[in-house]
C-alpha cells in the first residue's frame, strides 16, 4: 500500500513566522502535490512537482514556496505565515497511468 | 475553463437504500475520472476510476456510471450503512490534470 505521511497532524503558528510542512511519499511516485482545503471552496492546488528540484505554480501558489530535494519529499513552506492561510494542508502523490493520487492524513494549522 | 458541480446541499439516505450522487463537468469530457472518499480531519481515499470509453464500473457495494453525452458521472452506493456517511469528491482528470469537486456529504441514517 501507498503510504503518504506529513510531519504534524495539528500545528499552531503565530503571524510571521516561517512555517514548514513536510510530506513523505514511499511509492516512488515522480508527481507530488500541495492542496489546501477550506469549508465551501473544496481542494485548491498550490504548488505541485513532477521531479526532484522541479516544481509549477498551482492555483493559489501566492505565500507560499516549496522544496523538493529528494524524489520521496516534498515540502510547503509559508515564508511568513498569516491568519488567512489557517487551513487544512493535504499532500498528495501521484504514480502510474491511472492518475490515481494518494493524499497523506493532513495537516490543519492555525495561525494567530 | 472546467467546472465541476456536484450537489452542494447535504444527502441524507435511509440505512438500506441506494444513494445517488451526481458530478456534472462542462466543456471537454475528461479521459477518466475518479470517485473520492472524504472523512472529516482526514486526506481523501481513492474509491473508483471509470475511462471515457466505460459506460459503468463496479467494486463491491459501489457502481460510477459514465455519460459523456450528459457530461456527468453518477456514484451509487448500495444497502447503504451508517458507515458509509462521508464527504464524496468527484474528480474528473483532463490532460493529465485532475480537477477536484467540492464534494457531497452522505448522511446515511439508521
Known amino acids: 500500500d501507498v503510504k503518504v505521511t506529513q510531519s504534524s497532524r495539528y500545528l499552531v503558528k503565530r503571524t510571521g513566522e516561517k512555517v514548514f510542512l513536510e510530506c513523505v511519499q514511499d511509492m516512488d511516485h515522480e508527481n507530488m502535490f500541495w492542496y489546501r482545503q477550506d469549508p465551501g471552496l473544496g481542494l485548491r492546488l498550490i504548488y505541485f512537482s513532477y521531479d526532484v528540484k522541479m516544481k509549477e505554480k498551482g492555483d493559489i501558489p501566492e505565500g507560499y514556496s516549496v522544496s523538493r530535494e529528494k524524489k520521496e519529499r516534498f515540502s510547503l513552506i509559508l515564508e511568513s505565515a498569516s491568519t488567512n492561510q489557517t487551513s487544512m494542508y493535504l499532500c498528495a502523490s501521484w504514480g502510474g497511468s491511472r492518475g490515481t493520487q494518494y493524499f497523506g492524513p493532513g495537516t490543519r494549522l492555525t495561525v494567530l | ?110
Open chain 2, 1 to 110: 475553463s472546467q467546472k465541476i458541480e456536484q450537489n452542494s446541499e447535504a444527502l441524507n439516505i435511509q440505512e438500506g437504500k441506494t444513494a445517488t450522487l451526481t458530478c456534472n463537468y462542462t466543456n471537454y469530457s475528461p479521459a477518466y475520472l475518479q470517485w473520492y472518499r472524504q472523512d472529516p480531519g482526514r486526506g481523501p481515499v481513492f474509491l473508483l476510476l471509470i475511462r471515457e470509453n466505460e459506460k459503468e464500473k463496479r467494486k463491491e457495494r459501489l457502481k460510477v456510471t459514465f455519460d459523456t453525452t450528459l457530461k456527468q458521472s453518477l456514484f451509487h452506493i448500495t444497502a447503504s450503512q451508517p458507515a458509509d456517511s462521508a464527504t464524496y469528491l468527484c474528480a474528473p482528470v483532463f490532460l493529465g490534470k485532475i480537477i477536484f469537486g467540492k464534494g457531497t456529504r452522505l448522511h446515511i441514517l439508521p
